[in-house]
């Protein structure tokens, strides 16, 4: 069992950054694919992040290629998300998530076993 919790959540104006962090319990988190969903209001949640096990690779969606940067430190059990320049279309609840696969296929929700509460990130225009 893993338990997953986010903070770093807040509101910022468009342009600038926040850095997202999940706290994961467990001994095991280095084996850990990790991703980051968010879910804005009316739409589905949707892939943002994704690191592979012990971090070697990183996977984005299009829409954050080059503003956000996940990364990984399992001697902290921490997984973070860095996100810069901002926009208001990144307005959403961020949500961390482990999957205990190789994660193959790390933009399907459903691949991942374990989801943090979710963290609110408002971006003012």
């Known amino acids: 069992q893993v338990q997953l919790v986010e903070s770093g959540g807040g509101l910022v104006q468009a342009g600038g950054s926040l850095r997202l962090s999940c706290a994961a319990s467990?001994?095991?988190?280095?084996?850990?694919?990790m991703g980051w969903f968010r879910q804005a209001p009316g739409k589905e949640r949707e892939f943002v992040a994704a690191?592979?096990?012990?971090?070697?690779?990183?996977y984005y969606t299009n829409s954050v290629k080059g503003r956000f940067v996940i990364s990984r430190d399992n001697a902290k059990n921490t997984v973070y998300l860095q996100m810069n320049s901002l926009k208001p279309e990144d307005t959403a609840i961020y949500y961390c998530?482990?999957?205990?696969?190789?994660?193959?296929?790390?933009?399907?929700?459903?691949?991942?076993?374990?989801w943090g509460q979710g963290t609110q990130v408002t971006v003012s225009s």
């Open positions: 467990g001994r095991t988190f280095s084996s850990y694919t």
């Open positions: 998530a482990a999957d205990r696969g190789g994660g193959a296929r790390y933009p399907l929700s459903s691949e991942y076993e374990y």
């Open positions: 690191i592979i096990r012990s971090g070697g690779s990183t």
